[in-house]
């Protein structure tokens, strides 16, 4: 699971007895370095929370000279029993493999196939290496393939911290201080588009799902941004699945943040000006009852339009956009000195290259 370089420092089997929570290795008894396990192998006898274990190190040269072998050891306690059943004399646990994270913490990504039990010892084994080495947050990723390693995770701490269609993310914070760890991802991104041709006509849908399902209200062209989609990537994307009209971006009008929303998530809404480049509809025949080009005005004059605020905004921006001087937001690509993927600045590019 774990491979290494050859040793630095060898130790040969050595008896350890210890309680589960303590700890395997004193790396504070070794002057002016902590211990960085390379690899380690423990066998557990039957009966007895007790290991034999065989450990490699890589340590500074100064350190290696200072290294009493009885200081990196724990006391041990021999009236100490596991908390669960004990694995078979002779039975090997090996750490599991991870990477550090940019945090104190680590990563661990399983892949392969292995049965619960063994994952439940070697896990117990990993965390008291990471506590040794002053490790705080821990990171298991879970593919829907190893299900079976779920309860074994939880049952050691770990609570859950995000799930996606393929895998599930649980965490556990280490050290007795306040919990640091990021939570999951609070908001929902969707877009809104506001489409106009040249004759004042809006593109407007009736939607066949959702809350606006048989109420005869035609709205605006509305989705959520797929996972890596810019905002204008997706409205256009939106604009197209619904109608079959191409469209150029053109500014992010405003946005609305709401709370509470999808599955107790905030969500944030961006109202997004586009320019039709195509004028023939057709509809998304599974979502949509109906897409049409419908007069401003007559729009406008629906009465849903007329009690809700955020129709009547969007109304109100798109107008002021198309017949006055209003400035949205234009996305400009920008580099990052920590990583070579790009990403999108929204702002008002006009009034930012005016000159003073």
């Not at 490699?56 to 072998?69: H, I, Y």
């Not at 070697?122 to 779920?150: F, H, Y």
């Not at 995000?162 to 760890?181: F, G, K, Q, R």
């Amino acid at each position: 699971m774990l491979r290494c370089r050859p040793p630095v420092l060898g130790l040969g089997a050595v008896g350890l007895c210890f309680p589960t929570k303590r700890c395997l290795i004193q790396s504070s008894k070794i002057p002016n370095s902590p211990l960085k396990p390379l690899s380690s192998r423990i066998s557990f006898t039957s009966g007895r929370f007790c290991f034999v274990a065989s450990f490699r190190f890589d340590l500074p040269g100064r350190a290696r000279n200072q290294l009493n072998t009885r200081s990196l050891l724990s006391g041990a306690n021999p009236s100490s029993t596991a908390t669960s059943a004990p694995a078979q004399q002779g039975e090997e646990v090996e750490i599991l493999p991870a990477t550090n994270d940019n945090h104190g913490g680590v990563i661990v990504e399983m892949k392969d196939p292995m049965d619960s039990r063994t994952f439940a010892f070697s896990l117990r084994a990993s965390l008291e290496i990471w506590r040794q080495q002053g490790k705080k947050g821990v990171w298991v990723k879970l593919p829907i393939e190893l299900s079976n390693l779920v309860q074994p995770t939880v049952e050691e701490g770990f609570r859950y911290h995000h799930a996606e269609p393929s895998y599930v993310m649980l965490v556990y914070w280490i050290p007795d201080t306040e919990n640091t760890l990021p939570v999951n991802a609070t908001h929902r991104v969707g877009v809104g588009a506001f489409v106009m041709n040249d004759k004042r006509e809006v593109l407007a849908v009736q939607e066949k799902s959702g809350k606006f399902r048989g109420s005869g209200v035609w709205k605006f062209p509305t989705g959520v941004v797929e996972p890596g989609e810019d905002i204008s990537a997706g409205a256009v994307r939106e604009v197209k699945e619904e109608t079959g009209i191409n469209t150029e971006f053109i500014e992010v009008l405003a946005f609305r943040q709401s709370h509470k929303s999808f599955f107790n998530k905030s969500d944030l809404f961006f109202i997004c000006m586009l320019r039709p480049l195509s004028f023939d509809i057709r509809k998304q025949d599974s979502e949509i009852e109906a897409a049409e080009w419908i007069p401003i005005q007559q729009f406008a004059a629906q009465p849903f339009a007329q009690k809700h605020e955020l129709l009547k905004y969007i109304i109100n921006l798109g107008l002021a956009k198309a017949e006055k001087s209003y400035a949205g937001f234009s996305p400009i690509c920008i580099k990052s000195a920590f990583t070579s993927r790009r990403s999108c600045l929204y702002l008002n590019t006009r009034d930012l290259n005016q000159p003073s």
